[in-house]
């Protein structure tokens, strides 16, 4: 499968040819920058290590350019921190063991504009060649506009396939914004407690962020732990890592529904339950 791009690639960590690691891809993620994967997306990662029946994909969309830098790569230019990165999320798919990766190498302001049809029938063509039955991708409530506009045209791409190449499930997941604040009775909760070494290999790789000036190695072990720590108030923690995600599958289930109607919904659900609980409390 050829890719729209110049400087987009392939990297299958096994050898196999594209088409077959693309066919047994289960588990899929799609995002914007590489390192977002292994933050938002474990879950799938680690189900699927070391697993002959379920692999993992990955999608990176943009070329990286813009990161922050520092130390030893203060002087990098935009193209050089681009190869980089490249490199870095090869070594993560190869820690990884992930049958494919695709780094599509867009820029930043071709995923945010809404006119951006060629992201759109790209990812299309990815999804439905691969046919994974979960898909995770970034949350409508992240706050780094590029995040979201990977998620809403990925939205948007399975909505123009036939439901039977449709996903039967798609998670928002964490990156630039948690997701704690979403109610208990609606959040999807995915213990990421296995394999801690690999978790902490996988988000290791990229030195170019780390080293360069953003923790991102102990923001999401920390991110992970917190979350485990003060999933519950009443009872003893049940794992030691735990991260979250909303449930999308509903917006591609009805290709009618409001995509911003559907995120305010939640936000709404979380200012009521804070109303009620102090609410309770302030009654005399």
């Known amino acids: 499968m050829k890719l729209n791009n110049k400087n987009a690639e392939w990297f299958i960590p096994d050898g196999e040819n594209i088409e077959t690691a693309l066919a047994r891809t289960t588990h899929l993620a799609i995002s914007a920058h590489q390192d977002d994967i292994e933050i938002m997306a474990y879950d799938g990662i680690v189900k699927c290590f070391g697993n002959d029946k379920k692999w993992f994909g990955a999608v990176v969309v943009t070329n990286g350019a813009g990161s922050a830098r520092n130390g030893i790569y203060s002087d990098y230019t935009d193209e050089e921190m681009q190869k980089i990165r490249k490199v870095e999320q090869?070594?993560?798919?190869?820690?990884?063991?992930?049958?494919?990766?695709?780094?599509?190498?867009?820029?930043?302001?071709?995923?945010?504009?809404?006119?951006?049809?060629?992201?759109?029938?790209?990812?299309?063509?990815?999804?439905?060649?691969?046919?994974?039955?979960?898909?995770?991708?970034?949350?409508?409530?992240?706050?780094?506009?590029?995040?979201?506009?990977?998620?809403?045209?990925?939205?948007?791409?399975?909505?123009?396939?036939?439901?039977?190449?449709?996903?039967?499930?798609?998670?928002?997941?964490?990156?630039?914004?948690?997701?704690?604040?979403?109610?208990?009775?609606?959040?999807?909760?995915?213990?990421?407690?296995q394999h801690p070494n690999l978790s902490a290999a996988l988000v290791g790789v990229f030195d170019s962020q780390i080293a360069g000036g953003k923790r991102y190695d102990l923001a999401t072990s920390g991110?992970?732990?917190?979350?485990?720590?003060?999933?519950?108030?009443?009872?003893?923690?049940?794992?030691?890592?735990?991260?979250?995600?909303?449930?999308?599958?509903?917006?591609?289930?009805?290709?009618?529904?409001?995509?911003?109607?559907?995120?305010?919904?939640?936000?709404?659900?979380?200012?009521?339950?804070?109303?009620?609980k102090l609410g309770k409390v302030l009654q005399p």
């Open 223 to 276: 991110r992970r732990l917190a979350n485990a720590t003060y999933a519950e108030s009443h009872s003893v923690d049940q794992s030691d890592a735990l991260s979250y995600a909303i449930d999308l599958t509903p917006l591609i289930e009805d290709d009618n529904m409001s995509i911003i109607e559907f995120i305010t919904n939640y936000i709404r659900g979380f200012e009521e339950d804070v109303a009620a």
């Open 90 to 193: 090869k070594k993560a798919a190869y820690v990884g063991e992930y049958s494919a990766l695709a780094l599509l190498d867009y820029t930043s302001a071709q995923v945010k504009s809404a006119g951006s049809r060629e992201v759109i029938e790209e990812l299309k063509a990815i999804i439905a060649q691969a046919g994974a039955e979960v898909i995770y991708t970034h949350n409508l409530a992240d706050k780094h506009d590029t995040h979201l506009g990977v998620v809403t045209k990925v939205i948007h791409a399975i909505r123009e396939l036939p439901k039977e190449q449709r996903p039967k499930k798609l998670f928002g997941c964490e990156v630039w914004r948690n997701l704690d604040w979403v109610l208990d009775s609606q959040k999807v909760v995915f213990d990421v407690a």
